[in-house]
């Protein structure tokens, strides 16, 4: 099978790029990347020596309909598995043109030429996001409404929308994935569990929004990445699978517990000012996943917390090198210097 990755520089992305030539000699990729400020080729090192027969990388940007059909073409590609995405929450609500022209306009592009190419199967992948906000109880299923919130879930839910009319109108194999959050080694430092842990390590602050009651639906990325693989292998075109890893925390416990395992004290935490439209809950009913195809995650939070940490401990120098000057303007700009 020849696949077709997008932003698979990302942290996501990477993460599946390794995992599924780990898995299975007979999958290729190429991997279609903009490099982006999150997008990072060193995320992939690895990938590049052990299974360079396998792999081969393009930069490039999703929206330029052109490139896309030309590498569908010149790799023999089978399916498109797409993580290309802008996707932190923060960022949107300071501007949002980037998500929009990425994230519904190149998700076009793709299918576009996905349409043109007679793919086998076109695997989009989303997130919990795109249902908006769930009280204390009950779970996000397949059929759940899609409500978003902030300008990110939005045009996610844009991309869905059209992947699924590409399906209908077209007959174009779309199979929409919703993921909860995810974390795991080579996740850029602006997201809540990377950024507690790397402040942590420096004993800095421990920004939480709010009162950190904020619930969250925790996955390891490796888990979210094996979903993937089987959805790809089994899915059934015109469906919509959510993934969960069944571990929901408060964003206060989890720091807490980077904390702990880090020896430091929980007095680093800091509370700041909430952002708007701040989702209370997200959690994740995989049932239809579970039942039709027989996922379930594997990994533990507590030890895929750890794993993680340790990853950062031993990967600070990969730390100091993706912090980019705009992002470290940016962090500023929100949550005052490092």
């Known amino acids: 099978m020849n696949i077709l990755v997008t932003g698979g520089a990302g942290f996501i992305g990477s993460n599946f790029v390794r995992f599924v030539l780990k898995r299975d000699q007979n999958v290729s990729v190429t991997n279609l990347d903009k490099l982006t400020y999150a997008g990072n080729l060193e995320n992939l090192f690895d990938v590049e020596e052990k299974f360079s027969e396998r792999y081969n ?12 059909k030309r590498l569908l073409k010149e790799n023999d590609i089978d399916c498109i598995v797409n993580f290309a995405a802008e996707t932190h929450v923060d960022r949107s609500i ?15 592009a793709l299918l576009d030429a996905a349409l043109d190419a007679d793919l086998r199967l076109f695997i989009q992948i989303s997130t919990d996001e795109v249902y908006g906000s769930l009280g204390q109880d009950g779970k996000f299923c397949e ?37 909860s959050n995810n974390y795991g080694p080579y996740q850029f430092p602006e997201k809540l569990i990377p950024l507690l842990i790397t402040n942590a390590i420096e004993n800095k602050p421990l920004p939480i929004y709010g009162a950190g009651k904020n619930i969250r639906d925790w996955i390891y990325a490796d888990d979210h990445s094996s979903a993937i693989e089987m959805i790809l292998n089994s899915g059934i075109p015109g469906e919509v699978y959510n993934i969960g890893g069944d571990c929901e925390l408060e964003n206060l416990t989890v720091a807490e517990m980077v904390l702990d395992l880090l020896a430091k004290p929980r007095s680093l935490i800091t509370f700041v000012k909430d952002r708007p439209g701040h989702d209370l809950r997200y959690a994740m009913d995989f049932t239809k996943l579970k039942t039709e195809l027989g996922w379930s995650p594997a990994m533990r939070f507590e030890t895929g917390l750890k794993q ?18 705009e992002y470290l303007d940016y962090y500023e700009q929100n949550y005052g210097s490092r």
């Open 94 to 108: 300071i501007d949002s043109d980037a998500f929009i022209r990425t994230n519904v306009i190149g998700t076009k």
């Open 308 to 325: 993680t940490i340790d990853w950062y401990l031993k990967n600070q120098d990969w730390v100091a090198r993706v912090f980019t000057k």
């Open 143 to 179: 059929e759940s409404g899609i409500d978003p919130n902030s300008p990110y879930s939005a045009s996610k839910a844009a991309a869905d929308h059209l992947s699924r009319a590409y399906f209908k109108t077209y007959k174009l194999p779309v199979i929409i994935t919703r993921c």
């Open 57 to 68: 990388f393009h930069h490039g940007d999703i929206c330029d309909k052109l490139l896309v």
